[in-house]
């Protein structure tokens, strides 16, 4: 089955110090991989997707496929970096596939 | 405009009551799409539309019944809804179902069935 997970349902870490959600995923073939987050009160919006190899606001997700992960890395936690973080597969051209999602507190 | 617009932001309706959810966006994509939520759950793929057709049904039951006017719109409509059909229903757009780039979502429609 192609699917994608995350293990942790919550994340607590505190402001200044490294955060790593984690993300696996399990797909025949080339994957496409994407961070979606949701801010308190806000809508779904795109963080990152593993194409663009970029960095967004400290942000950073690395594809491995040997280890078949999508890992979203910051070395320093921000109070504003509190959110829902959703690991998205695309599947085939047309379907978008979220995990269950990791709630971040960043805690002062 | 760079934002998906739904509309209305909450809706009660009985179970054989008749409505619509609906969607607008001004970006020029080609894409539009149905997701719901449940309360602590991501978001489940229901429809998608590419140039205006019908190209993905997620099984959805036929009291759903998505509606594409043109290439700016996306309507649910909605008939003999459950109680369990009560979730938020996000609307999405993209430039195009095969391009590899971002899915903009509108802020959802909550919807309670009693």
């Known amino acids: 089955a192609q699917r994608v997970t995350q293990p942790e349902k919550l994340l607590s870490v505190f402001k200044g110090a490294p955060v790593e959600l984690k993300c696996n995923y399990s797909?025949?073939?080339?994957?496409?991989l994407f961070w979606y987050v949701q801010y308190s009160r806000q809508r779904l919006q795109l963080l990152l997707r593993h194409i663009s190899r970029e960095s967004i606001k400290g942000f950073t997700a690395d594809l491995n496929k040997g280890e078949t992960s999508f890992h979203l890395k910051k070395p320093f936690a921000q109070e504003e970096d509190s959110a829902m973080y959703y690991c998205?597969?695309?599947?085939?051209?047309?379907?978008?596939?979220f995990g269950q999602g990791t709630r971040l507190t960043i805690n002062p | 405009d760079t934002e998906v617009t739904q509309t209305p932001k909450h809706l009660v309706m009985g179970m054989t009551n008749k409505k619509s959810l609906k969607c607008e966006q001004h970006m020029g994509h080609r894409a539009m799409y149905w997701y719901k939520q449940k309360a602590k759950k991501p978001p489940e793929l229901m429809f998608v539309y590419s140039y205006e057709k019908l190209s993905i049904n997620e099984s959805v039951p036929s009291r759903f019944s998505p509606e594409c006017p043109n290439s700016s719109l996306l309507n649910l409509h909605l008939h003999a809804l459950q109680p369990e059909d009560s979730a938020l229903y996000l609307c999405?757009?993209?430039?195009?179902?095969?391009?590899?780039?971002?899915?903009?979502f509108g802020e959802g429609s909550r919807l309670t069935v009693l």
């Open positions: 999405a757009s993209s430039r195009e179902t095969g391009y590899t780039g971002e899915l903009f």
């Open positions: 998205a597969l695309k599947q085939g051209a047309q379907k978008l596939v």
């Open positions: 797909y025949s073939g080339s994957p496409e």
